[in-house]
């Protein structure tokens, strides 16, 4: 899978990190759908290309969303990622195991659906 890079600019901050977050593919009621249990986003489409492409767009709007309110550390935090003030790790998602305990739509997922797992990349603005 290809690394998703922020398009935009992040006000205030100075590089990014490139983390690596948990993505699973399903498809329900014929619909492909493309689900990040450690955002909590989803996207969807006919096929697994449009699924894709829909969850990049959430992706992104979600970072510009949160990056532009100045919101997006807290919004990880109660997402249950562990956050620091590094540049070099400032956050990292909570584990699929975390996720399954307090997620119920991704434990819905994970007990009703097969589903591929992989991890896709992404990159958030460093602390300055």
Avoid at 20 to 30: E, G, K, M, R, V
Avoid at 80 to 89: D, I, L, N, P
Wanted: a positive charge; hydrophobic letters at 35%.
């Amino acid at each position: 899978m290809k690394q998703l890079h922020y398009k935009g600019k992040f006000s205030g901050q100075k590089g990014t990190v490139d983390l690596q977050i948990p993505l699973i593919s399903f498809i329900d009621d014929n619909t492909h759908i493309f689900y990040c249990p450690a955002l909590d986003l989803s996207g969807y489409g006919i096929d697994e290309t449009d699924a894709r492409t829909s969850f990049d767009i959430v992706l992104e709007e979600y970072l510009n969303y949160t990056i532009n309110k100045g919101t997006l550390w807290s919004d990880l935090k109660k997402l249950g990622w562990t956050v620091k003030k590094s540049k070099q790790k400032p956050a990292t998602p909570p584990t699929l195991t975390e996720l399954l305990g307090r997620n119920e739509e991704f434990s819905r997922i994970f007990n009703n659906y097969p589903f591929k797992k992989f991890n896709t990349g992404v990159s958030l603005p460093a602390y300055a």
